[in-house]
């Protein structure tokens, strides 16, 4: 039934709304009689010590209670700590956390996608570094640079060994900085790994490492493949798994994960 409304308080001495709420009937006046201890009912108090009410006003009517409810959440996330309400009502899990506009956030800026990623043994990466220690690398030129710093935390990959197939499944967790950044535990990874030290002083030429939480992994002598099946393969460093569904099959049954929830 639309009968719902959305109605404010607002403070007479500044005219600052102080309160939201939803309600039928006579809901919007049932604050100007409670006597419980909040900091709405704290200002309406300090409002009648100088004499004065309350301005209750109706600001949108004829509503359903989902759309009356909506409208609140609105309301509320846009003043946020400027209000008295103590809860922040339905749909707040559908609105952006207060004091985060100076970061990216996942499910609102961005959402975490499937890819493909290149690993491999070479003069300045090993596998079994990877794995074992929780890392993917890439660098050594602005193009392979460029690629790893595309994946945002949250990210899921599956790494591919060239000429043998794909060794595991992981979820990045801290996004790709330059090598010398990179701590393991409290040692450098640079002393833990020399070869990837080359070019560690260079913004285009650095290795640059992203951490990872691995799903699952494997050594590259159980690298997971099935030829003339469609299983998609390329060169890039990194490239999308969208459109590629039997790929996307095929690794779920090779590593036994559910991508649907560990992107979720």
């Known amino acids: 039934m639309n009968n719902y409304y959305v109605y404010v308080y607002v403070d007479p001495r500044n005219f600052e709304e102080f309160y939201y709420g939803k309600g039928r009937g006579s809901r919007k006046s049932a604050h100007l009689v409670d006597a419980s201890e909040s900091p709405k009912t ?3 108090s300090s409002i009648r010590m100088c004499g004065l009410e309350p301005i209750v006003r109706v600001i949108a009517k004829d509503l359903t209670e989902d759309q009356a409810l909506l409208i609140e959440a609105t309301l509320l996330w846009k003043l946020g700590k400027f209000t008295t309400n103590m809860a922040a009502g339905h749909f707040s899990g559908n609105f ?30 090993r596998w079994e570094d990877c794995r074992k220690m929780g ?18 935390c949250g990210d899921v990959f599956a ?23 990179v701590f393991i535990g409290t040692q450098p990874l640079v002393s833990l790994c020399p070869r990837m030290a080359a ?13 990872v939480d691995w799903i699952q992994q494997v050594p590259s002598s159980e690298a ?19 459109g590629q569904p039997a790929t996307v099959d095929f690794l779920a049954s090779a590593f036994d994960v559910d991508f649907r929830k560990i992107l979720a």
């Open 42 to 44: 704290k200002r309406i």
């Open 159 to 181: 790494a591919y060994f060239k000429n043998r197939g794909f060794v595991g499944i992981g979820k990045i967790r801290i996004e790709a900085r330059m090598v010398r950044e």
């Open 199 to 211: 070019n560690c002083d260079s913004a285009d030429l650095s290795e640059y490492v992203a951490m």
């Open 96 to 125: 952006r956390p207060h004091d985060t506009m100076h970061k990216e956030l996942p499910g609102f800026d961005f959402q975490n996608r499937l890819y493909y990623f290149n690993v491999g043994d070479g003069t300045h990466r």
């Open 224 to 242: 997971k493949f099935k030829k003339k099946s469609g299983i998609y393969t390329t060169t890039h460093v990194r490239a999308s798994l969208d």
């Open 135 to 152: 890392f993917i690398s890439a660098g050594q030129g602005v193009r392979w640079r460029d690629a790893i710093c595309g994946f945002k």
